[in-house]
């Protein structure tokens, strides 16, 4: 093995790339859309877990440089009643490992910006369309054909592009499609807050209709989410509901609740994002011979244990470990979905939970210590707590 074709130029295409480099293969992106950095105004946290995953592949630093922390999450009620404190799992290790919060754009950059350093090319404008295995006069290689016409050989081909995977229909083309979940996340950014918040927290309001939580910034503004009841976002043309429209949607939903959200809405210019809420749950086949998928083609959680960007990092790197020490891709494969499988449906899982606690309003209260992130366990934490040996 020599090298992989990696399809998909997001997150989790940069640090896969990355780190097959450092397992000493060859790696090279296609990406199907003519620049990068899509959902600009979303934003995210990185956990411990995504930032030591980074730091094998010593690729953690400049996400640590273009993102502030968050130390503790408070609670409130739609009265506007405080439910309680604790911290976030993963504070406890120290600002340096997590939990760090900033743009989605950002982490790609960053992470590109580092791949390229590395020498690591990114094609774009190559959208995937189709690949099959052929014999060689040394194995079997990987043939993949791009909407464009061109075609892109390799040792094996590794599908890093997302939820609406193409290469996931390749494997299996009766693999499941993501589900969504009847909520649409929003976010937004605002100068006007109007209350006082404390730093390094993130403020979780159980709404009557909704669920609201937001983060002060070290510069002042506040970055505010909301997880409301919705149908599914055209696809094709996503830009269909204005930023204006989706602002008061979301206010629409707080203004009956007596707690800042409506208003920390309101005081928002245009700088409003929505995107879909999906999971999927399990893909029964991960790979073929040749071909296998990670990321969010693999498994997708709801967005609420916010371990989306941690799991694609963390799949990055294990397959990468997995290949340097494989004799063949498939038994590369084998070992990194034995190694992945079970505790990525547990994420999966645990979102799909934490979701229908939050879903408009269903308990009004935080959730238990037992879920995703939901405590302080430390080392312990077996989802923050994960660590992968190089």
Not at 282 to 311: E, F, I, K, R, Y
Request: hydrophobic letters at 40%; proline letters at 5%.
């Amino acid at each position: 093995m020599t090298k992989a074709l990696i399809i998909g130029g997001g997150i989790a295409g940069a640090v896969t790339a990355m780190a097959l480099q450092k397992a000493g293969l060859e790696a090279e992106i296609f990406e199907a859309y003519p620049t990068g950095a899509d959902d600009v105004g979303a934003f995210l946290i990185v956990f411990a877990n995504g930032l030591e995953a980074l730091r094998v592949i010593d690729a953690h630093g400049p996400v640590v440089e273009h993102s502030f922390p968050a130390q503790r999450v408070e609670f409130v009620g739609n009265g506007g009643e405080r439910l309680g404190e604790r911290p976030i799992a993963g504070a406890e290790q120290g600002t340096d490992l997590g939990p760090r919060t900033l743009r989605r754009a950002t982490l790609y950059q960053v992470l590109h910006a580092e791949a390229a350093r590395r020498g690591i090319a990114v094609r774009h404008g190559k959208r995937l369309v189709g690949a099959e295995t052929v014999q060689g006069a040394d194995g079997q290689r990987v043939v993949a054909t791009f909407a464009d016409g061109s075609r892109a050989e390799g040792d094996l081909l590794i599908g890093a592009d997302g939820l609406h995977s193409v290469t996931r229909t390749l494997i299996d083309p009766a693999a499941p499609s993501p589900r969504h979940t009847g909520q649409n996340t929003v976010c937004g950014y605002t100068r006007d807050a109007g209350s006082p918040l404390a730093p390094d927290t993130y403020t979780m309001i159980f709404g009557k209709r909704a669920f609201f939580g937001c983060t002060l910034a070290p510069d002042g503004e506040v970055w505010w989410f909301a997880n409301v009841p919705g149908t599914e976002i055209d696809r094709t043309d996503p830009t269909a509901v204005t930023p204006g429209a989706w602002r008061e949607r979301v206010a629409a939903a707080f203004e009956d609740d007596d707690t800042p959200a409506a208003a920390l809405v309101r005081a928002t210019g245009d700088r409003v994002t929505a995107s879909g809420a999906y999971d999927l749950a399990t893909v029964p086949t991960w790979h073929t011979d040749t071909m296998v998928v990670l990321g969010d083609a693999a498994h997708a959680a709801a967005p609420n244990a916010a371990q989306g960007a941690s799991m694609a990092i963390e799949d990055g790197v294990v397959l990468a470990r997995c290949l340097r020490d494989a004799p063949d891709p498939r038994s590369a494969f084998a070992a990194y979905e034995e190694l992945r499988r079970e505790r990525v449906e547990k994420v999966v899982a645990a979102s799909a939970g934490m979701a229908k606690l939050t879903a408009s309003g269903a308990t009004g209260r935080p959730p238990r210590q037992d879920g995703a992130q939901r405590g302080s366990e430390g080392a312990d934490n077996w989802l923050t707590g994960y660590r992968i040996e190089w």
